[in-house]
């Protein structure tokens, strides 16, 4: 099992570029997540994912968007990216076992600076 | 909405000693889980401990063990025995359990980052 994997480990983008950054995993998860983390702080959540074809915002959702065409891949992307969107992002999944939500797994993350 | 807040940016211990991490949360909600995590360098969000609030037991793994004290909304980690390998930033998270509508979204303190001394 792979778990969480996300690509590209880092990525250096000019301001006004697009990019998407991708996650995948393995458990057949349904829930999914996307975090990032400015430096020194805590994460703080992107979007969510509850099962394919069902996504919503979570607490800093602007300047992003996502997709969940598949329960395996939770792709986030970039339009027109902007120096506040240097950060680490990271993505998570959770299982569900017997109705209640299981801690998350996260990928290793994606670095990602905007100049 | 629910905050978490991590008092001590900074911590430190020496080998073998214990050392306590502070977290304070709040909430409305009674239903809800709190987890610590623990980030080395390599940027990895690994899970130490999980706690759910309908528990008056505090949780322990190992050398990991919480004080949670519901009343006063807070959630301390104790590492017992500090190891070399325990430094890192340690992230209090909240996460709600009320009404099936939380789908486990994690809310995060701003971090502790721990150094321990040999």
């Known amino acids: 099992n792979a778990g969480v994997t996300q690509t590209p480990k880092f990525r250096i983008l000019k301001i006004g570029q697009s990019m998407t950054l991708q996650c995948t995993q393995d458990?057949?998860?349904?829930?999914m997540y996307w975090y990032r983390q400015d430096p020194g702080m805590g994460l703080k959540l992107i979007y969510y994912?509850?099962?394919?074809?069902?996504?919503d915002k979570g607490e800093v959702p602007n300047g992003y968007n996502v997709s969940r065409s598949t329960t395996e891949d939770f792709p986030l992307r970039l339009e027109l990216a902007a120096p506040s969107q240097t950060s680490v992002y990271f993505c998570?999944?959770?299982?569900?076992?017997?109705?209640?939500?299981?801690?998350?797994?996260f990928g290793d993350g994606t670095r990602l600076s905007i100049l | 909405a629910q905050t978490v807040t991590q008092s001590q940016p900074e911590m430190s211990v020496q080998e073998a000693e214990t050392v306590t991490l502070s977290c304070t949360y709040d909430?409305?909600?009674?239903?809800?889980?709190l987890f610590w995590y623990k980030q080395p360098p390599s940027r990895q969000m690994i899970l130490v401990i999980r706690?759910?609030?309908?528990?008056?037991q505090n949780a322990t793994e190992n050398r990991f063990s919480v004080n949670f004290q519901k009343a006063a909304k807070s959630f301390s980690l104790k590492i017992s025995d500090s190891q070399l390998g325990d430094a890192a930033m340690y992230f209090c998270?909240?996460?709600?359990?009320?009404?099936?509508?939380?789908?486990?979204?994690?809310?995060f303190g701003q971090g502790t980052i721990l150094t321990v001394h040999p």
């Open positions: 998570a999944s959770s299982p569900v076992v017997a109705g209640l939500i299981q801690p998350q797994h």
């Open positions: 458990m057949n998860h349904n829930y």
């Open positions: 994912s509850v099962g394919a074809g069902i996504t």
């Open positions: 909430t409305s909600e009674s239903d809800y889980y």
């Open positions: 706690q759910e609030a309908y528990k008056q």
């Open positions: 998270a909240y996460s709600s359990n009320a009404g099936g509508t939380s789908y486990g979204k994690l809310t």
